[in-house]
């Protein structure tokens, strides 16, 4: 599961829309390796506090076993969350073993 938390007005949220998920890579790897999700932080307070989200955008990757495997505070650009994201998948396919 991807889940991409963000909030109503935040400048970073909408530019990693915009920018990280639009690009034709991530979004083809969103699509082709993960369950995804975007959320806004203020309506599930209290899955922000158990995953310890700070700040906003945060984009969590959960495993099949319900484990975080990643937590990416902030605005990341394509190339860093496509990295971030090979690492989740490849966890995950060891944790599904």
Do not use: W
């Not at 920018?19 to 975007?38: D, H, I, K, M, P």
């Not at 307070?45 to 158990?50: C, I």
């Amino acid at each position: 599961l991807l889940l991409f938390v963000k909030t109503d007005g935040c400048v970073f949220c909408t530019k990693m829309e915009r920018e990280t998920y639009s690009n034709e890579s991530v979004a083809r790897q969103v699509t082709g390796t993960f369950v995804a999700s975007s959320v806004n932080g203020r309506s599930i307070p209290e899955l922000v506090r158990k995953l310890n989200i700070r700040i906003y955008p945060t984009t969590v990757i959960i495993g099949p076993d319900a484990q975080v495997l990643d937590s990416i505070p902030g605005y990341v650009p394509a190339a860093t969350l496509q990295s971030r994201l090979e690492i989740a998948a490849q966890k995950s396919s060891t944790v599904s073993r």
